[in-house]
């Protein structure tokens, strides 16, 4: 799988872990930065790679930041693209069967990196469950304006 990460200052640490992991599972990993913990703007390196997921240049995304809500909100601005949030397994695991997402956000700053390695692993690991969901999932998309 083709994966796009992009990450501000905060999660630059994270990013790099999550990297090395993707890579060692076999993944292609498309890496839009930051690359350093100096600060930056995280919507410079959220947008490409949410961009990457838009047109199918990556199957899918993960970005990060300190909370992870910014990244989630600038990511859910590019059509076809759902990106959760996830703090916890559930959440991650919850977002790929009812919500399809191919992209997720990490807070740097609100998980543990143990954890957020684990939430990055469920989440490759699950799938969508389709059914009623596929209905949910059609509606959001054609309400886009």
């Not at 990460?5 to 993707?22: F, Q, R, S, V």
């Not at 913990?37 to 993960?62: F, L, W």
């Amino acid at each position: 799988m083709k994966i796009a990460l992009g990450t501000d200052h905060a999660g630059y640490l994270y990013k790099e872990a999550i990297k090395k992991m993707l890579t060692e599972m076999g993944h292609e990993v498309v890496d839009f930065g930051t690359n350093s913990e100096e600060s930056v703007d995280y919507t410079d390196y959220i947008q490409p790679a949410a961009r990457a997921v838009m047109t199918g240049e990556a199957d899918r995304g993960i970005v990060l930041g300190g909370s992870g809500n910014g990244e989630a909100i600038a990511a859910n601005r590019f059509r076809g693209v759902r990106c959760a949030l996830c703090w916890n397994l559930d959440t991650a695991k919850l977002g790929r069967e009812h919500n399809d997402a191919n992209m997720i956000s990490l807070g740097a700053r609100q998980v543990a990196l143990p954890l957020a390695l684990d939430i990055v692993r469920t989440w490759l690991k699950t799938d969508f469950e389709g059914g009623r969901h596929e209905r949910r999932i059609r509606k959001i998309d054609e309400n886009l304006d």
